[in-house]
């Protein structure tokens, strides 16, 4: 019998070509990337060691550091979405084959907006997203050879870095490393429940108290306490109660009558009238709601408590709305859906020796992305559905790196869910880490498709 020669060309390289053409046609049409006014603050911060804002602050020294390096943000931009297209590229090595689709599925992916342009922008939610599948990937590389003759420490410090700076990167971020957690756990089990409590409760320990030290490391010398998860939560208490008042103007507001009647009327027929489930900013740019912070904080968090415990109608019904404005986005071109160009305060940009610009190039980009905006590839519900779907084929195929990105997908779903408490805006890049691990699922399914279990389970 004649033995035919093994193809040239094999699906895995093509692969890899794709992911690696794609990363440098992103570099190619974004850098030095997209700034909007949160990405120049931030990089004034890392440059000047400066704390001017609420932002994460090791957001801001990453800007710096690479800054340091090379000025701007085109050094940063190209190790961000290398992130993400080296996690890519290592999923070949979790599979046994790699399938033809999933080259197709690659090319979709790498031409996609959420993947071409969104790489490209400055924003802390694109490098968390990065941040988290890279995480994922390096636990995936830990666990394939976990029964190996040694630990897999490389792989688990690549991941626990990886984790450790996300969640400095986005305030819910800690929820990818309890689900990474509980991948250690699961994955120690066959050892004893010890094994699995010390694997999984100290990675997680382990994990959070790297992620606290990088906060402190980080902050600038001069900066004091952070206050920034303080006044966070104070915005959502504030958005919360208007919220609550406007969806049940009958709604008492004893804490806040007794003491400033002012702001209570403020609240009832200032703030709810500037009030709208899209966004909290209407409310915080006037001057007249701006009153509201004169109160104590155990007044707003004493009146915030009541309306959930005792008016939970009103304040469920306020958080459904906003909720669904970050998740359906049904106006989309209300909710930011890309950015391009270089735009903030001038005196902020002429502090970074940059310019106020919109390339022609970046309005090619943008004019690309607007075809796809009232389509499933602007859609959080689209990428939901996947990321449910591929994980649920995942966990059913049961193999210990499936279990891993089942793990990201749910860690992304439960990452979104908890939007429906702090959400603030309907900004599209908010649940971008949902869209980014939906598509990184989805090529990891498709590098090897469970064909032939689903025609033997139908037999």
């Not at 089990?189 to 992620?211: D, F, I, Y």
């Not at 004893?254 to 009327?265: F, S, V």
């Amino acid at each position: 019998m004649k033995i035919l020669p093994k193809p040239s060309f094999t699906a895995s390289q093509a692969l890899g070509a794709v992911l690696l053409t794609g990363y440098v046609l992103m570099l190619a049409f974004n850098l030095p990337g997209h700034l909007s006014y949160d990405s120049l603050a931030q990089l004034r911060e890392g440059r000047f060691e400066v704390r001017e804002t609420w932002g994460p602050v090791v957001y801001a020294w990453i800007l710096g550091a690479f800054d340091e390096v090379v000025p701007g943000t085109g050094l940063y931009v190209a190790a961000s979405g290398f992130l993400l297209t080296g996690s890519l590229l290592s999923f070949r090595s979790l599979r046994r084959h790699v399938s033809w689709p999933s080259v197709a599925l690659a090319v979709l992916m790498v031409l996609s907006p959420i993947l071409l342009i969104y790489q490209g922008i400055v924003w802390k939610d694109v490098l968390f997203a990065n941040l988290a599948i890279a995480g994922f990937a390096c636990l995936a590389q830990a666990v394939r050879v976990w029964d190996g003759p040694r630990r897999p420490w490389l792989a688990l410090a690549g991941a626990m870095l990886a984790f450790a700076v996300a969640a400095q990167t986005r305030q819910n971020g800690l929820i990818v490393i309890v689900f990474a957690a509980l991948v250690l756990a699961w994955t120690a089990r066959l050892r004893g429940w010890r094994s699995s409590l010390v694997w999984g409760l100290g990675g997680l320990v382990a994990t959070l108290a790297l992620s606290s030290l990088m906060a402190v490391l980080a902050a600038p010398p001069q900066a004091g306490p952070d206050k920034g998860a303080a006044r966070g939560i104070r915005i959502i208490a504030h958005y919360d109660i208007a919220g609550s008042v406007a969806a049940k103007p009958t709604l008492p507001l004893d804490h806040i009558r007794a003491a400033d009647p002012e702001a209570e009327r403020t609240i009832r027929y200032r703030a709810t009238a500037l009030y709208t489930p899209e966004r909290v900013d209407y409310m915080g740019r006037d001057p007249e709601i701006g009153r509201l912070w004169k109160l104590s904080d155990a007044t707003v968090f004493q009146q915030w408590r009541d309306i959930v415990l005792e008016h939970p109608d009103a304040y469920l019904k306020h958080r459904w709305a906003v909720f669904l404005q970050v998740f359906a986005t049904p106006k989309i071109d209300s909710c930011l859906p890309v950015y391009v160009g270089v735009a903030g305060p001038e005196p902020l940009i002429a502090s970074l020796n940059l310019i106020q610009t919109v390339e022609p190039q970046d309005q090619a980009l943008y004019n690309y992305a607007t075809w796809f905006l009232d389509t499933p590839v602007f859609s959080h519900v689209f990428y939901a559905l996947i990321a449910l779907v591929v994980a649920g084929v995942l966990v059913w195929r049961g193999e210990a790196t499936d279990l891993v990105i089942a793990a990201m997908l749910l860690s992304a779903l439960a990452f979104t869910a908890s939007f429906a408490v702090i959400s603030l805006a309907c900004d599209y890049r908010y649940l971008y880490f949902l869209d980014v691990a939906a598509l990184s699922g989805l090529l990891y399914l498709a590098l090897e498709p469970p064909y032939g279990r689903f025609r033997r389970r139908l037999r």
